[in-house]
Structure formats: structure tokens, C-alpha cells
């Protein structure tokens, strides 16, 4: 793709997202950066989730993995929506009950002081590392197709685009966040269904031909059934439920969106058609991806060793600039929808839940507000140039390897607090919350040995779970019948 075009692009695309910021920003307060006044159309919430949840993770690996693990991945999507129906009738209507603007202070109420930092460390450490690395994704994209050709190294196209995400998110936060997102999630569904059917133009399909090149690709398989398979259907279905219940339920990010809306009915609303139209759109980036490895194989084109790089190849450098322009669309889109909202939620989280920022007057909100998102973006940019120098595999699987081992706390202490009726020694807890994660990397790494050849995949985030969810209760003891119990 010609550089100067997709310069233009980038340049008019961030131009709309600033736009966008100033006016929804107008008479903004700290309130309305971290709940958007709990005023957000239902709709607006449920279309903007796909992009932040997606990401440009799903945008580049999903398809390039289709090569290696066929469409398996629908396997974990399919445990997605049990998260997703757990998440709404049993998670959203305890948040909106206790009327939390960090999802963590449940912890507070629950257990204690301990507990509740604990559980926002986590998901602190969990949530940058993870959107700075959905973030290196897009970096990487756009160093190849802009900033390489005019001789800008990665680590100052890193800084720009970290900056401009910053621009449009410093003053109107959330709120500016779900209209951002909602346009971002246009793009990338739009570049999707675009770039397939442009795919099977050039392929010369037909769309029965379309549907029967995917239904008979080798790559097309969706259901394993080998017990020490990582692909398992049970390993992988189980998986995407907790992987759902702790990447969004447990999340701050995502569910601080949720909480913006209205009322509970309409939160759940929200929950129940954003579910739907995200397995479908899921399943377009496999159908995607089989289409390119089908183009690849006619027009005898190489597949890159690292298949991340499948999608970027082909759009950027041999689909025609159509394909390209929307592949540059599409990746900046998804990319930006989940950092953005990513940063946001942070510094939500670290003001709230650390700084006592209900506590304080307006004016010093506000400056907090502002230097805790100014140095969680500079954390997204060091994160990334590490990232850089250490990833070895594709992206998809480094941010589950890393979900694994850093929700599974989470999993542990929400679970206990809503199922059991015990309490327990709070200043143990952040010990708990260490040796879970220690001991599921231990196992992890015997399993084929100390099983008979089982491997964990993505269900690693239960084993860790069940670890936290052990230690809680030998740390408990039955709660007094004359003390209420928090829940």
C-alpha cells in the first residue's frame, strides 16, 4: 500500500476520533469519566463492546491461526456465551446493587481492606499487560504500512500512537469512550465482511462456492475430541466460560461500560445482544482466515513463519489497495476500541481503588485524574517495547498464557465471596493470591508427566482458581450468626 494513503488515513481517522472526544467531553466532570453519569443508551453500550472485546488480537491472529489450529477456537466461544449468560444474572445485578464504580470494592464490603487491593492489583497487572500487548498488535501493523517507509523507528511510532489514544481519552472517559467504540466496531465489522467478499471476488467465488471452499478447507475443523488434545472440546469449552466470566465479568474495563447504563434491565439487555453478535462475528475472522490460506495456497504465496503475520501480508502487500485500506481500517479499529477503553479502565480502577478518590475535592480529582492517565500510558509503551524483545509466539495465545496465570486470583476470590458464607483472615489473603498463580505454573509444567500426557490449555484460569478458592478457605472460618454477611 502506497504510504502516503495510508498516512492520510491514519491521520483522517484519529482526526474523527478527536472530534468526537471534544464534543462528547463538553462539561465533563470526574464523574462522567469514570460512569459516563450512568446515562448510556443500552444499544450504544452492547455494539461498542464488540471492538473493545475483540481487539486487534482477534483482527490478526484469529485468522492466522486458523492454519495451525483450524477453527477450534469457536470451541472456547461456544463456553463464551454460558460466561456471558453467568455474567448477567449473577455479577451485574451484585455491581448494581452495591452500586460500585470499581467492580472491586465488592471485595471491600466482602472480605476487607486486603482482599480488595488485592483483587485490583490483579487485575491492574492482568489488564496492562494484556492491552499492551492487543496494543503491539496494531503497532506492529502500522510500523510496517506507515512508519517503516518513512524511516520512523518502532519505538517512536509506539510513543505517537499511544499518544494520540490519550488525546481522545484524557477529558470525557468513559462516555467519550462508548461512542468512540461504538464507531471503532463499524469499521471492524465493516472491514470483516468487506474483505471477505472482496477475497472471494478475486478467488472468483460464487457465495455457495464461498461456504463450500470453507466447509471442505482441512483447516475448517471445529471439534476435537482427544483427551490430552489441547484443542479438547471440554478443555476448550470450559475454558472460554471462565475465560469469559473473569476477562469481562471480573474485568473493570468492560464492566465499567455495563454500569454506565441506565438500570439493571437495561445492562442486561445489553449483556444478551452484545453476546450474539459477537459469536457471529467471531466466527466471520475464522471464515476470514480459511479464505486467505486458500488464496495463499493458489497464488503460491508463502505462509510466514509467525501466521500473525498472515492477514497483514496479504491485505497490505497483494489483495489491492481496497483490501488494504480496509485491513488498515479494521486493525486500527479494533486495536484502538479495546486500548483506549483499556486505559480508561485503569485509571478508573488505580484512582478509585487506591488514591481514596471519593474522598477528595473536585479540583485535586482532577489533577489525579489526569497524572494516573499520563502514567498508564507510558507503562502501555514500556510494556510493549519489552513485549517486543521476549514474544516468541502468536499474540492470541501470549495474552491467554498471561490471563491465566494473573485472572485466576480473581476467579478465586469472587467465587468465594458469592458461594461461600465464610470469612476469613483478610491480611493472608495477597499471600493466597501469590502461591495460587506459583503452584498453577508448577503443575502446568509437569502435567504430561505427573497425567499421563494431559496438557492445560486456556483452562489453566480454572486450575488457578480452584488454587485461590483452597487457599481462601483455609484461611476461613464460619461467619457468627449476629453478623450479617455481605454479599
Given at each position: 500500500m502506497?504510504?502516503t494513503?495510508?498516512?492520510?488515513?491514519?491521520?483522517?481517522?484519529?482526526?474523527?476520533?478527536?472530534?468526537?472526544?471534544?464534543?462528547?467531553a463538553?462539561?465533563?466532570?470526574?464523574?462522567?469519566?469514570?460512569?459516563?453519569?450512568?446515562?448510556?443508551?443500552?444499544?450504544?453500550?452492547?455494539?461498542?463492546?464488540?471492538?473493545?472485546?475483540?481487539?486487534?488480537?482477534?483482527?490478526?491472529?484469529?485468522?492466522?491461526?486458523?492454519?495451525?489450529?483450524?477453527?477450534?477456537?469457536f470451541?472456547?466461544?461456544?463456553g463464551?456465551?454460558?460466561?456471558?449468560i453467568?455474567?448477567?444474572?449473577?455479577?451485574?445485578?451484585?455491581?448494581?446493587?452495591?452500586?460500585?464504580?470499581?467492580?472491586?470494592?465488592?471485595?471491600?464490603?466482602?472480605?476487607?481492606?486486603?482482599?480488595?487491593?488485592?483483587?485490583?492489583?490483579?487485575?491492574?497487572?492482568?489488564?496492562?499487560?494484556?492491552?499492551?500487548?492487543?496494543?503491539?498488535?496494531?503497532?506492529?501493523?502500522?510500523?510496517?504500512?506507515?512508519?517503516?517507509?518513512?524511516?520512523?523507528?518502532?519505538?517512536?511510532?509506539?510513543?505517537?500512537?499511544?499518544?494520540?489514544?490519550?488525546?481522545?481519552?484524557?477529558?470525557?472517559?468513559?462516555?467519550?469512550?462508548?461512542?468512540?467504540?461504538?464507531?471503532?466496531?463499524?469499521?471492524?465489522?465493516t472491514?470483516?465482511?468487506?474483505?471477505?467478499?472482496?477475497?472471494?471476488?478475486?478467488?472468483?467465488?460464487?457465495?455457495?462456492?464461498?461456504?463450500?471452499?470453507?466447509?471442505?478447507?482441512?483447516?475448517?475443523?471445529?471439534?476435537?475430541?482427544?483427551?490430552?488434545?489441547?484443542?479438547?472440546?471440554?478443555?476448550?469449552?470450559?475454558?472460554?466460560?471462565?475465560?469469559?466470566?473473569?476477562?469481562?465479568?471480573?474485568?473493570?474495563?468492560?464492566?465499567?461500560?455495563?454500569?454506565?447504563?441506565?438500570?439493571?434491565?437495561?445492562?442486561?439487555?445489553?449483556?444478551?445482544?452484545?453476546?450474539?453478535?459477537?459469536?457471529?462475528?467471531?466466527?466471520?475472522?475464522?471464515?476470514?482466515?480459511?479464505?486467505?490460506?486458500?488464496?495463499?495456497?493458489?497464488?503460491?504465496?508463502?505462509?510466514?513463519?509467525?501466521?500473525?503475520?498472515?492477514?497483514?501480508?496479504?491485505?497490505?502487500?497483494?489483495?489491492?489497495?481496497?483490501?488494504?485500506?480496509?485491513?488498515?481500517?479494521?486493525?486500527?479499529?479494533?486495536?484502538?476500541?479495546?486500548?483506549?477503553?483499556?486505559?480508561?479502565?485503569?485509571?478508573?480502577?488505580?484512582?478509585?481503588?487506591?488514591?481514596n478518590?471519593?474522598?477528595?475535592?473536585?479540583?485535586?480529582?482532577?489533577?489525579?485524574?489526569?497524572?494516573?492517565?499520563?502514567?498508564?500510558?507510558?507503562?502501555?509503551?514500556?510494556v510493549?517495547?519489552?513485549?517486543?524483545?521476549?514474544?516468541?509466539?502468536?499474540?492470541?495465545?501470549?495474552?491467554?498464557?498471561?490471563?491465566?496465570?494473573?485472572?485466576?486470583?480473581?476467579?478465586?476470590?469472587?467465587?468465594?465471596?458469592?458461594?461461600?458464607?465464610?470469612?476469613?483472615?483478610?491480611?493472608?489473603?495477597?499471600?493466597?493470591?501469590?502461591?495460587?498463580?506459583?503452584?498453577?505454573?508448577?503443575v502446568?509444567?509437569?502435567?504430561?508427566?505427573?497425567?499421563?500426557?494431559?496438557?492445560?490449555?486456556?483452562?489453566?484460569?480454572?486450575?488457578?482458581?480452584?488454587?485461590?478458592?483452597?487457599?481462601?478457605?483455609?484461611?476461613?472460618?464460619?461467619?457468627?450468626?449476629?453478623?450479617?454477611?455481605?454479599?
Amino acid at each position: 500500500m502506497n504510504t502516503t494513503v495510508a498516512l492520510l488515513i491514519l491521520v483522517a481517522y484519529f482526526g474523527m476520533l478527536i472530534t468526537v472526544s471534544f464534543y462528547s467531553a463538553r462539561g465533563a466532570t470526574t464523574t462522567t469519566f469514570f460512569t459516563a453519569n450512568r446515562q448510556s443508551p443500552w444499544w450504544l453500550v452492547a455494539f461498542g463492546m464488540i471492538g473493545t472485546s475483540l481487539s486487534g488480537v482477534t483482527f490478526i491472529s484469529v485468522p492466522g491461526a486458523v492454519g495451525k489450529i483450524g477453527f477450534s477456537y469457536f470451541q472456547v466461544v461456544l463456553g463464551y456465551i454460558i460466561g456471558y449468560i453467568i455474567i448477567g444474572t449473577v455479577l451485574m445485578p451484585l455491581y448494581y446493587r452495591l452500586n460500585l464504580i470499581s467492580i472491586y470494592g465488592y471485595l471491600e464490603k466482602r472480605f476487607g481492606f486486603w482482599s480488595y487491593k488485592s483483587g485490583a492489583f490483579f487485575f491492574l497487572l492482568s489488564r496492562t499487560i494484556g492491552s499492551a500487548v492487543r496494543l503491539y498488535v496494531a503497532a506492529n501493523v502500522l510500523q510496517l504500512a506507515i512508519f517503516s517507509p518513512l524511516g520512523i523507528p518502532f519505538e517512536v511510532s509506539v510513543l505517537i500512537t499511544i499518544a494520540l489514544i490519550w488525546i481522545y481519552t484524557f477529558k470525557g472517559g468513559v462516555k467519550t469512550i462508548i461512542l468512540t467504540d461504538s464507531l471503532q466496531t463499524l469499521f471492524l465489522v465493516t472491514a470483516v465482511i468487506l474483505t471477505i467478499v472482496l477475497i472471494s471476488r478475486e478467488l472468483g467465488f460464487s457465495f455457495g462456492e464461498l461456504t463450500q471452499s470453507i466447509k471442505n478447507s482441512p483447516n475448517s475443523q471445529i471439534f476435537f475430541w482427544d483427551a490430552n488434545d489441547p484443542k479438547n472440546f471440554y478443555k476448550q469449552f470450559i475454558s472460554g466460560i471462565f475465560i469469559t466470566i473473569v476477562m469481562t465479568g471480573l474485568d473493570q474495563d468492560l464492566m465499567q461500560k455495563n454500569l454506565t447504563c441506565k438500570n439493571i434491565g437495561e445492562a442486561q439487555k445489553n449483556m444478551f445482544w452484545f453476546t450474539l453478535t459477537m459469536v457471529f462475528v467471531t466466527f466471520m475472522f475464522m471464515c476470514l482466515g480459511s479464505l486467505l490460506y486458500v488464496y495463499a495456497q493458489r497464488e503460491g504465496i508463502a505462509i510466514p513463519a509467525r501466521t500473525d503475520d498472515l492477514y497483514p501480508t496479504l491485505a497490505l502487500t497483494y489483495l489491492g489497495p481496497v483490501v488494504g485500506i480496509t485491513f488498515l481500517l479494521g486493525i486500527t479499529a479494533a486495536t484502538y476500541a479495546s486500548a483506549d477503553s483499556a486505559l480508561t479502565a485503569l485509571t478508573t480502577s488505580f484512582c478509585v481503588d487506591f488514591m481514596n478518590f471519593e474522598r477528595r475535592p473536585e479540583a485535586e480529582r482532577s489533577r489525579i485524574k489526569h497524572i494516573v492517565h499520563i502514567g498508564f500510558s507510558l507503562l502501555f509503551y514500556v510494556v510493549i517495547i519489552v513485549f517486543r524483545q521476549l514474544n516468541s509466539k502468536e499474540v492470541i495465545t501470549a495474552v491467554f498464557d498471561i490471563a491465566g496465570y494473573t485472572y485466576g486470583p480473581l476467579l478465586g476470590l469472587f467465587a468465594f465471596g458469592i458461594f461461600s458464607q465464610r470469612s476469613i483472615r483478610d491480611q493472608f489473603t495477597p499471600w493466597i493470591c501469590i502461591i495460587s498463580p506459583v503452584l498453577t505454573y508448577i503443575v502446568n509444567e509437569n502435567s504430561a508427566d505427573w497425567f499421563n500426557g494431559y496438557q492445560f490449555g486456556f483452562e489453566r484460569l480454572l486450575l488457578n482458581g480452584i488454587f485461590t478458592y483452597i487457599g481462601l478457605w483455609a484461611i476461613s472460618q464460619p461467619v457468627k450468626t449476629e453478623e450479617p454477611v455481605a454479599a
